[in-house]
């Protein structure tokens, strides 16, 4: 059951990755939201809500962290670029020989 959970969570979270698969995982996961046609009948009051709970927070969860994860990721990449045309390298090659520290 646990590799059930798991597998599925990862195909969830790769289908909101997939810029070709996004906005179909989301729109997917909204009709089935709303449809009434469940895995467990919204009839039965705490147990036919539990799947649309799980789906609801994947869905929340992972959308927040691409908006937010997208606008962290752009900064970082601005300074790699910047590091990476630093030209005052010699053609030094400094060989060290680590220790391990206690």
């Known amino acids: 059951m646990k590799q059930l959970v798991?597998?599925?969570y990862?195909?969830?979270r790769n289908g909101l990755r997939n810029p070709k698969y996004r906005w179909l995982v989301i729109f997917g996961t909204l009709t089935y939201l709303l449809s009434p046609i469940d895995v467990s009948p919204d009839v039965v009051p705490l147990v036919g809500w539990i799947d649309d709970g799980i789906l609801l927070?994947?869905?929340?969860?992972?959308?927040?962290q691409l908006l937010f994860?997208?606008?962290d990721r752009s900064a970082p990449a601005a300074d790699a670029d910047a590091a990476v045309q630093d030209d005052d390298d010699d053609g030094v090659v400094v060989d060290v020989k680590?220790?391990?520290?206690p």
């Open 57 to 64: 927070t994947l869905l929340v969860a992972e959308v927040s």
């Open 6 to 8: 798991k597998s599925f």
């Open 69 to 71: 994860g997208g606008f």
């Open 98 to 101: 680590a220790q391990e520290v």
């Open 10 to 12: 990862a195909l969830y």
